[in-house]
């Protein structure tokens, strides 16, 4: 079934708050002075559920290729996140009703968002394959 309109921009309104009060309001450990970005929100068509896929930008996980160390330390950091998130949202929840006036505030649930990991395994799958570009019969690339 298509997602409705109405869930559509319920759902952007809320990525929007949420990514406001990670910015500015929540102050938990966990989070602070971390790049968590919240790509995207999908809320169930009776909007009892909002779904908030999130991905954490560090500097650590910026490279294609981790040692052993730092993918752990990685991971770490994501866990981290997850709990931090995981507590707040009872307070974000609370947000998002006071600035959306609904009847009824959907519940959140935080998703780690591995998509930029995906495609970057991706790129280098198809960096590692080294394929020539097509030629003729003559030695000459095709696009002359």
């Known amino acids: 079934m298509a997602k409705g309109f109405r869930q559509g921009r319920l759902g952007e309104e809320i990525r ?18 971390r ?8 809320v169930t068509s009776d909007n009892s559920y909002a779904t908030c896929y999130y991905t954490v930008l560090s500097p650590s996980a910026a490279g ?29 929840r609370r947000e998002v009703g006071r600035e959306i006036k609904i009847r009824r505030v959907p519940e959140l649930i935080f998703k780690l ?28 690339d095709e696009e002359e």
Do not use: C, F, W
Not at 17 to 28: A, F, G
Not at 35 to 42: A, D, K, L, N, P
Not at 122 to 127: L, M, Q
């Open 35 to 42: 790049m968590v970005s919240i790509t995207g929100v999908e």
């Open 16 to 33: 929007r708050i949420v990514s406001d009060m990670l910015m500015n309001e929540i102050k938990d450990p966990r989070l602070a002075g």
């Open 113 to 140: 968002d591995t998509s930029m990991e995906y495609g970057r395994h991706i790129d280098k799958v198809i960096r590692e394959l080294e394929i020539a570009p097509e030629s003729d019969e003559d030695g000459t």
């Open 64 to 92: 294609t290729d981790l040692n052993a160390d730092a993918d752990e330390a990685v991971e770490q950091e994501r866990r981290e996140v997850a709990e931090g998130l995981k507590k707040a949202s009872g307070l974000i």
